[in-house]
């Protein structure tokens, strides 16, 4: 078996592979304090929850956007399953062609994605990614990547309104089932969803004339259950994109 790890600025979302199939997962909240001793106390956790066992596990792999934590949940891996953690970075084998002005800058979080949805789906692509920010991702024609786009995430988004607002309070974030919001946790829902979505498809249509075809479209990332009901059709929910990614970069480089 391999572990499978994203680490994001809101979750450290974990999977285990087995026989090449994703089989369990489970989210945790990303705290920068914690130490590599509470990280391995956390997947010990989802070990006995799951009745996983550290000696089954072959390897794991970690992708990651918080450079001060990688060190530490690297170490946490190993000391779980006593094998190395592949990190996720410019000497990893990922297959993905990168056509951007500094392909250095490009987070792997976002490579992890395109390679997971190549895998599965032919090009050209376009991958949203709804997690603290909301990214488009565009992969071409002949499969390279050429550009995204990164917005406001979705909860981001609604607290720093809530926040800055007199008149406005917190919500729990669902989809209203009309746009036109009779009630203010209404109307922020409606905006805060809804406007996702119109975004989204906007960009996704202006996304395709500027390439000048149509792209398969896909949806993921760990906010991407509030839309994926009201989003527009044409997009797939792959809610373990990611993670299919990683599985698919560890087999390159193992």
Not at 30 to 49: C, G, H, I, K, P
Not at 219 to 233: H, M, P, Q, V
Request: proline content about 3%; aromatic content about 6%.
């Amino acid at each position: 078996m391999i572990l499978l790890l994203d680490l994001g600025n809101t979750n450290l979302y974990v999977g285990v592979c087995e026989n090449n199939q994703i089989i369990t997962e489970f989210r945790k909240h990303t705290d920068l304090n914690r130490s590599s001793d509470e990280y391995l106390e956390v997947l010990q956790s989802f070990f006995l929850t799951h009745k996983l066992i550290a000696n089954d596990f072959n390897g794991a792999i970690v992708s990651s956007v918080i450079p001060s934590l990688t060190l530490t949940i690297k170490t946490a891996v190993e000391k779980l399953i006593k094998h190395e953690c592949l990190v996720v970075n410019r000497k990893v084998k990922t297959g993905l062609n990168i056509k951007i002005d500094n392909p250095s800058e490009l987070g792997t979080d976002l490579v992890t994605d395109c390679v997971g949805a190549l895998t599965k789906y032919q090009a050209p692509l376009i991958i949203a990614d709804l997690g603290t920010a909301n990214k488009i991702l565009v992969v071409d024609k002949n499969g390279s990547f050429v550009g995204c786009t990164i917005s406001v995430g979705v909860k981001i988004g609604v607290k720093s309104l809530t926040i800055n607002t007199a008149q406005l309070m917190d919500v729990s974030l669902v989809p209203p089932n009309k746009v036109i919001g009779k009630n203010s946790p209404d109307s922020l829902n409606s905006g805060a969803t809804y406007g996702t979505c119109c975004m989204i498809e906007g960009m996704a249509n202006r996304i395709e004339a500027e390439l000048g075809y149509p792209c398969t479209r896909i949806l993921t990332g760990g906010n991407s259950y509030l839309i994926k009901d009201i989003i527009d059709k044409s997009f797939i929910h792959e809610p373990k994109l990611i993670l299919e990614g990683l599985k698919c970069i560890y087999y390159k480089n193992k």
